[in-house]
């Protein structure tokens, strides 16, 4: 298990892996499917946005939101940027677990 994240993190990406694998568990259809990143995937770009300090980021396909966390994490660390997340499926009102917006460890999360 990577620590590589807060604590307060660390609980909400493992609360988004448990939501993720039972829904796409559950779901044959890929559509309805969360797809998110393998944990080590996740980690590895953490890294490489940290290590290339990297400072805008558009995310194509925001399911729900388990890579944007990763994402915006890796930008806190360096002090500053932005993520921009789009995705053209309306049916993720619920982030996971967030209804409509949240804030957890110093982001806002916002699902339109």
């Known amino acids: 298990m990577s620590t590589i ?3 307060q993190l660390q609980e909400l990406i493992l609360q ?3 939501f993720g694998l039972a829904n796409d568990q559950r779901e044959n259809d ?6 998110n990143l393998e944990r080590d995937s996740a980690v590895l770009i953490h ?3 940290r290590a290339t300090r990297r400072r ?3 995310e194509i396909g925001t399911s729900n939101g388990y890579s944007t966390i990763w994402l915006a994490d890796a930008l806190r660390r360096l002090g500053q940027g932005q993520v921009t997340s789009i995705d053209r499926e ?3 009102k619920k982030c996971g677990h967030i209804d409509i917006f949240g ?5 806002w999360f916002f699902c339109v």
């Open 30 to 35: 890929r559509q309805q499917k969360m797809l």
């Open 47 to 49: 890294i490489f946005l």
């Open 103 to 107: 804030y957890i460890g110093g982001y």
């Open 5 to 7: 994240l807060d604590d």
């Open 16 to 18: 988004m892996e448990h």
């Open 90 to 92: 309306r049916r993720y």
């Open 56 to 58: 805008n980021i558009l």
